[in-house]
């Protein structure tokens, strides 16, 4: 019985011995979660503080470009300050950020305000820092948190732009922007729970923070973090608040804005609290019983799964923020900003600018580099141009543009065109501000262009050697012969000749002028169809169609639908040379012994199919079984007219099946010609 009770005893204690090292294994694995987790909650929160200076910074520069647009506006150069006040008010009633907007001349005297009745006498304007400096620097401005407006129960932070014309500073045009709405902005960059997020201005001013939800649910957390932040500012990464609560903090200074910054910041205390929780834990563990070991096993099972649900929602998170960026990125506009230090040689840009030029990608979102690095990516022979358009920049101190191919791994060459302009005096200026487009579409359009002149161009030279061959072969032997006629008919009549011979010789004579005349309008007619204009387009089709039947001795028939309605002259000649050209096909490959037209004029388009019954070709290729390539020229010539007048063309064709043409031009509706 003793060693029944010792062997359970050894059980107890094997178990025992067992279940220290796995609670001790169990706090430990707790620790290092715990761990993790205050690594994962700084990880995240920094990428919530580059998020939302990033978000800030798109948000600050774009409403200092509507800004930048409105100081430009042609109302101001006409003195028509009624207009100005109405396209202020309408940009104010439409910007979400803007809460009033107003003029003021360099002494200080406001001229208009939106906020006020047009003309209504206004009070100088407030927060002087921000002013002068516009009027030192002659450039946008943003300024810092505005002293508190009784009219409007708000502070505001003023957005301020020179309003130069022909170099002089005319007047300052002040935009009040929403702190609110920045904190609104703040609040949705996701920051971890318990964090709390802060905007300064460049004097360490609160502009935006997190909302105070602890604060309005009776908790005092989150404003003593907002005061740790304003106590530390940027100096350290811990402060302490008057009550003595350690905060851990983090900041930002956020390019494009005179010296903002955003600050995160949570109590160590809540960031130590999973570390403490699981110390507790591993010193519990050590002296816990069986019991508490099955029990510290469920709570490893349970960690376990906590931390794999932990990573599920972190890689959950990732993807969608990689699919907001992505969306964001779609719905972003096409041009990308940068700006040329030419003191320092040095660029940089938004993420467009690094996408257009490939350059690689910035922690920061902002791409830096030297000119040596944007200048590589550009072919070597566009690199001259770039330098001269920075040059011309700085020495005229106007918008210039210039167009360059750029070499990049995931597109190839394509095409951009940069367009900027540096401000500033004369002798001052060295930075150029701009903007670059995706032009490659329109390039390519150029290229598609010129080869369409040039193979008009060689159409028509074509058509001219054609003619010249014509008029030679069969007008010039015709007018040959009846040269030849003539001086014998000369001679029969000064040798006494008799009559009846001669009366012969006029009526040959006159069969070869005959022929000359049919020969002479038959050219007439291939360089312009005036059949159309006395006849119409299906009559002038209908005779050119049957004298070719005649011509060539080869069954042609001709269908009409529809009205003989007027077209537009361009219309009617397109659609009259490509069955000229479609028939000289037929002539020349199709071997043909008939071929079908039909016609047909409908409302909103006119439509024509070419049918043969000859040897057909390679619709692909466009070659007949003949191997001439000729051909491919005169479907080349079908192709282009259709085009040009936004139409369509397709064949269908296989060999020893014969081919069929169908053709669509849009027409609008002008009428009937009778």
Same mark, same amino acid.
């Given at each position: 019985m003793s060693g029944k009770k010792q062997a359970i005893w050894l059980f107890i204690a094997l178990v025992l011995s067992a279940a220290i090292p796995v609670l001790l294994l169990g706090g430990w694995m707790a620790y290092i979660t715990a761990d993790q987790q205050r690594t994962y909650a700084r990880r995240a929160a920094t990428e919530a503080l580059t998020q939302?200076?990033?978000? *800030? $910074?798109? &948000? *600050?520069s774009r409403e200092m470009q509507v800004a930048n647009a409105l100081a430009n506006s042609i109302a *101001?150069?006409?003195?028509?300050l009624s207009? #100005?006040?109405? &396209?202020?008010?309408?940009?104010?009633?439409?910007r979400p950020l803007w809460e009033t907007a107003a003029l003021t001349k360099p002494d200080r005297e406001q001229v208009l305000n939106v906020l006020r009745p047009l003309g209504e006498p206004l009070e100088p304007v407030s927060d002087i820092d921000s002013f002068?400096?516009?009027?030192?620097?002659?450039?946008p401005i943003l300024g810092g948190l505005g002293p508190y407006q009784p009219a409007i129960g708000k502070?505001?932070?003023?957005?301020?732009?020179?309003?130069?014309? &022909?170099? $002089?500073l005319r007047y300052i045009l002040t935009i009040g922007l929403l702190p609110d709405q920045i904190s609104t902005i703040l609040g949705q960059t996701g920051l971890p729970a318990g964090w709390a997020g802060t905007v300064l201005d460049a004097k360490e001013q609160i502009v935006a923070r997190t909302p105070d939800e602890e604060l309005a649910n009776g908790g005092g957390t989150t404003p003593a973090v907002q005061e740790a932040i304003a106590r530390g500012r940027s100096q350290s990464l811990r402060a302490t608040t008057s009550e003595g609560l350690d905060v851990e903090t983090m900041h930002r200074v956020m390019a494009g804005t005179e010296g903002w910054s955003v600050h995160v910041g949570v109590p160590v205390s809540e960031l130590n609290a999973p570390v403490s929780r699981s110390l507790g834990v591993l010193i519990g563990g050590t002296a816990a019983s069986l019991g508490l070991a099955i029990a510290l096993g469920w709570v490893i099972a349970r960690e376990i799964a906590q931390r794999r649900n932990i990573e599920a929602l972190q890689s959950a998170a990732a993807l969608l923020d990689s699919e907001r960026r992505g969306a964001l990125a779609i719905d972003a506009a096409e041009l990308g900003t940068w700006r040329w230090d030419l003191a320092t040689d040095e660029f940089s840009g938004c993420n467009r600018f690094r996408m257009l030029l490939g350059l690689p990608s910035a922690d920061s979102g902002v791409t830096t580099g030297s000119a040596a690095e944007v200048f590589a990516v550009i072919e070597p022979s566009h690199r001259p141009v770039l330098s001269s358009f920075g040059t011309s920049c700085l020495e005229s101190g106007k918008s210039s543009s210039v167009e360059f191919p750029v070499q990049t791994q995931d597109r190839g060459t394509h095409w951009l065109r940069a367009a900027g302009r540096a401000e500033g005096q004369p002798d001052q200026r060295h930075v150029i501000h701009g903007v670059l487009a995706d032009i490659d579409i329109l390039k390519r359009a150029e290229t598609e262009r010129s080869h369409l002149l040039r193979r008009l161009a060689s159409a028509q030279e074509e058509e001219q050697r054609r003619i010249s061959r014509e008029l030679h072969d069969q007008v010039g032997q015709t007018v040959t012969g009846l040269s030849l006629g003539l001086k014998a008919l000369e001679k029969r009549l000064a040798n006494g000749s008799d009559e009846a011979a001669a009366a012969e010789?006029?009526?040959?004579? $006159?069969?070869?002028?005959?022929?000359?005349?049919?020969?002479?309008?038959?050219?007439?007619s291939d360089l312009r169809p005036t059949a159309i204009d006395d006849l119409g387009l299906f009559r002038a089709i209908g005779a050119y169609v049957a004298e070719w039947r005649e011509r060539y001795h080869i069954e042609a028939d001709l269908q009409? #639908?529809?009205r003989d309605n007027a077209l537009p002259l361009d219309v009617a000649v397109a659609l009259y040379r490509i069955v000229q050209e479609g028939l000289t096909n037929v002539l020349k490959h199709a071997q043909a012994s008939k071929v079908s037209i039909v016609l047909e004029q409908k409302p909103d388009a006119i439509a024509l199919v070419l049918e043969d019954d000859g040897v057909g070709f390679d619709a692909e290729s466009r070659v007949p079984p003949d191997g001439n390539q000729a051909s491919g020229l005169g479907f080349s010539g079908m192709r282009e007219r259709t085009a040009l007048l936004s139409g369509t063309i397709a064949v269908e064709s296989t060999p020893g099946k014969g081919s069929t043409i169908f053709v669509r031009i849009p027409i609008e509706n002008k009428g009937s010609n009778g």
């Open positions: 939302a200076a990033h978000r *800030i $910074e798109s &948000e *600050i *101001i150069d006409h003195g028509n207009d #100005f006040y109405q &396209e202020a008010a309408r940009l104010v009633a439409d002068n400096a516009v009027l030192r620097a002659r450039r502070r505001l932070v003023a957005l301020r732009v020179p309003v130069i014309r &022909e170099g $002089e010789q006029i009526r040959w004579l $006159e069969t070869l002028a005959a022929q000359i005349g049919r020969d002479i309008h038959r050219s007439a009409t #639908f529809g």
